[in-house]
């Protein structure tokens, strides 16, 4: 019984730390501070990036499936072992 107590309320006592950490003022400032400095050495000219030529044209065929279903051969579960 008085292990459980002390189990809980360290789990507690733990995610109370936690939470006052992670929404205190200077952590909060902190990670702006990261990310601005990320934007700042990730600024790439977007307007200078090459344009590259599609080849996706007409790549997908289409076919019937009723006329692919009749050409398929009809094999028995078994009949796979054999082959």
């Known amino acids: 019984m008085l292990k459980n ?3 809980i309320t360290s789990l507690f006592i733990f995610i109370i730390f936690t939470a006052i950490f992670y929404f ?3 952590h909060i400032n902190q990670i702006n501070k990261i990310r601005s400095s990320y934007l700042k050495l990730n600024n790439v000219d977007n307007t200078n990036l090459p344009l590259l030529k599609n ?3 007409n790549i997908i065929e289409y076919k ?3 006329e ?3 050409k ?3 094999y ?3 009949e796979l072992f054999d082959q």
């Open 55 to 57: 080849d996706t044209v």
């Open 76 to 78: 028995k579960f078994w």
């Open 68 to 70: 692919s279903f009749k």
């Open 5 to 7: 107590i002390f189990y």
């Open 64 to 66: 019937n499936e009723v």
């Open 72 to 74: 398929r051969k009809k």
């Open 24 to 26: 205190s003022d200077n």
